[in-house]
């Protein structure tokens, strides 16, 4: 609807130019075409007047009169009037409201959706959390965001890749193994102090307890031969990173490169797969888990760094090589190899990054937590370096989550092992609960979790007020069995000019407009506009359920009122389903 006013309005100044009554060279400007605030003033107006106003010489609302004057006719509007400065408000036809039921009908779960394929190709990269122990809560922030921004992407149009970035080369991951190397020989009994910077968590033990049942004792050495000559941990008075790092160095040269690689792998291949059952119990599913590794195995990085260089964007200094990112904003210059011969995390980013668009994506999305801030002027330099558009590259920074429970802040620590995981969070609310609370707000503000709210049955609890209305209209259809009355889609909408009460008019108006919450959400990356629209939706149905009966006598008003109800169902659980959340049939 608002494409079809917008068109209204640009044939509008097309015939005025065309008539001489605007000047030929004005200027058409972004416009908008938007829901009015109140039902008072309409229901879509548009500032077009006053934005052209200056420019035509004209004040706006002599120029407002002029376009509602040239309006071409349209069946679809009722009434067009002139508000304030110089607004435009228009009021729908009835009989267009009314139409919402039909269309709702005929594309049943693809009402809302634009058709696939319209717009560009993208890939969505989120959750990608080190391998290297349980998702806990604050992925799980991440998880729903991202998630819910790539059905919304989808439903707008997109082609849309859901993807993994698995960090399975970085020295956290170093870390895990030598943790679970010690874990090994204590449940061999070789007792030998864990690191202070050591992973303390029982899946450790788990994960230590699988590699020894398949490697018995072909990795175990001796405590002295894994502790001789180190440098002293923090609580020995040393340094906690340099004695881990040579334990790293210890346990490379003791196990060989593969003896070192089992236990590399039984961490990373337990933990993965820790994580894509974790996800998936989460309703989250991702199309390609991307290897960090194969950034090296498949050229990625050094084809990077050939473009940076081919453009001239590198220089040497003090033996590296570096990326001149400072002229491209970023605040200071980065090394791609270090004096070493070996790449830097920033040259994996680089061909990470070249990886999507040589792999045919149109546009990146990048869903990262709010302390990768820093990533965003890097990651742009990046693009710009490599002759890419920086505008195909979005980073989108997700808050903190902070749980409470009984009005006390839930503390986490993952290096200690005392983290509440996602699993966790799920068994105690509910996938439902989790992931629509994660989204209710924007991904920029930062969420308090309120697990008792989370979990409560009442009106307060958003999700639990959205789903009981989808709930009653299944309730509505069960008791029209046990009543023995009937119900006729087709009877639905033949009838459904009997729907002319206040509230009725309330909800065909919600009806309507979850076409443009899903473009508008989709648009701005932003699933809490679907969260906050399904709020407003169910308070409709709640309001049009309580005002009147409509298991009524009257067949004609009950099929009218019953097929309200049964459009209410399926665009509630449309917008549900773009949340990951599901729509119960009972409550």
Not at 254 to 264: E, S, T
Not at 504 to 531: C, I, N, S, W
Not at 557 to 579: E, F, H, I
């Amino acid at each position: 609807m608002k494409d079809h006013l917008r068109e209204l309005v640009d044939q509008a100044l097309l015939d005025l130019r065309r008539h001489g009554r605007l000047p030929q060279d004005l200027p058409t400007p972004g416009f908008v075409v938007e829901r009015t605030k109140s039902r008072e003033h309409g229901d879509y107006a548009s500032n077009v007047a006053m934005l052209l106003a200056k420019p035509a010489g004209m004040k706006p609302r002599e120029l407002a009169e002029l376009l509602v004057e040239t309006l071409p006719a349209s069946q679809h509007v009722e009434k067009v009037a002139i508000a304030g400065p110089g607004f435009i408000n228009f009021t729908l036809a009835r009989s267009c409201r009314l139409g919402t039921i039909r269309r709702v009908f005929e594309l049943g779960k693809d009402y809302g959706r634009a058709p696939a394929g319209s717009a560009e190709s993208v890939t969505v990269e989120f959750v990608s959390a080190n391998p290297n122990g349980p998702l806990h809560v604050g992925h799980g922030r991440g998880a729903a965001y991202g998630a819910s921004v790539a059905n919304l992407l989808d439903a707008a149009g997109h082609t849309v890749q859901r993807e993994y970035y698995v960090n399975d080369a970085g020295r956290q991951m170093d870390i895990l193994a030598v943790s679970v190397w010690l874990r090994y020989h204590e449940l061999g009994g070789v007792n030998v102090r864990f690191p202070d910077n050591g992973y303390k968590g029982e899946y450790v033990v788990d994960i230590a307890r699988g590699l020894r049942a398949k490697a018995g004792d072909a990795l175990r050495h001796s405590a002295i031969e894994i502790t001789d000559g180190l440098p002293p941990d923090e609580g020995q008075g040393g340094d906690k990173e340099t004695h881990v790092d040579a334990l790293i160095a210890r346990a490379r040269q003791l196990l060989g490169d593969a003896g070192y690689r089992q236990v590399f792998e039984a961490g990373l291949s337990w933990c993965l797969g820790d994580i894509r059952d974790d996800l998936a119990g989460f309703g989250v599913v991702h199309d390609n888990f991307f290897s960090e590794r194969s950034l090296m195995t498949e050229g990625y990085v050094d084809r990077a760094i050939k473009v940076l260089g081919d453009k001239g964007h590198l220089f040497e200094k003090e033996g590296a090589l570096w990326f001149r990112a400072t002229d491209f904003g970023d605040d200071k210059d980065r090394v791609v190899r270090r004096e070493n011969g070996v790449t830097t995390y920033f040259a994996s980013d680089l061909g990470y990054l070249l990886s999507k668009f040589e792999r045919g994506f149109e546009r990146a999305i990048y869903i990262f937590g709010a302390d990768h801030h820093g990533y965003i002027a890097r990651l742009k330099a990046a693009a710009q370096g490599l002759g890419l558009d920086p505008s195909k590259i979005e980073i989108e920074l997700v808050q903190f989550a902070i749980l409470f429970r009984g009005g006390e802040r839930v503390q986490m620590s993952t290096r200690a092992g005392s983290f509440v995981t996602l699993r966790e969070l799920r068994e105690e609310v509910g996938t439902d609960a989790a992931r629509f609370f994660y989204v209710m707000r924007g991904n920029d503000q930062h969420l308090d979790f309120d697990l008792d709210l989370a979990k409560s049955r009442s009106n307060e609890n958003p999700v639990y007020y959205i789903q009981y209305a989808h709930a009653r209209v299944c309730s509505l259809f069960r008791q029209l069995a046990e009543k023995q009355m009937s119900y006729n889609r087709g009877a639905a909408e033949a009838a459904r000019q009997r729907l002319a009460e206040p509230h009725e008019d309330v909800l065909l108006d919600e009806l309507m407009r979850f076409p443009e919450v899903v473009e508008a959400a989709a648009a701005g990356r932003a699933p809490q506009v679907v969260a906050n629209y399904l709020r407003e939706l169910a308070a409709a149905f709640h309001a049009f359920y309580n005002a009147q009966p409509i298991l009524v006598a009257d067949e004609e008003l009950r099929n009218a009122r019953l097929g309200l109800a049964k459009a209410t169902q399926q665009v509630l659980a449309n917008g549900l389903a773009l949340l990951g959340v599901s729509a119960p049939e009972k409550m």
